[in-house]
């Protein structure tokens, strides 16, 4: 079993800054990918960023040039710093990690808003 608890949402105003990070515990040995989904009511959930085994990244257009992925060296510990952020970035955002090729697991989600 794996356990994600994320943490660093909270509230901050157009243009600001948030860190969000993500401590993976249990069975984690194998990580492929750890990332990052925020997801709107009525809305499906969204990938933002991921970064794998290799430290390879990958960000979802609306993330580009904003926000950063990173992950500590022991792969346990996933964060995503969020700068010039805006109101359409507003949502619950869940840690995500793949063990091997097909085993999923996501966070409890940590709410973003973004309003003045």
């Known amino acids: 079993q794996v356990h994600l608890v994320e943490s660093g949402g909270g509230e901050v105003q157009p243009g600001g800054s948030l860190r969000l990070s993500c401590a993976a515990s249990?069975?984690?040995?194998?990580?492929?990918?750890m990332g990052w989904y925020r997801q709107v009511p009525g809305k499906q959930r969204e990938l933002i960023a991921t970064t794998n085994s290799g430290a390879k990244t990958d960000y979802a257009d609306s993330a580009k040039g904003r926000f950063a992925i990173s992950a500590d060296n022991a792969k346990t510990t996933v964060y995503l710093q969020m700068n010039s952020l805006k109101a359409s970035d507003t949502a619950v955002y869940y840690c995500y990690v793949r063990i091997g090729h097909d085993q999923n697991y996501w966070g409890q989600g940590t709410r973003v808003t973004v309003s003045s």
């Open positions: 249990g069975s984690i040995s194998g990580i492929a990918v």
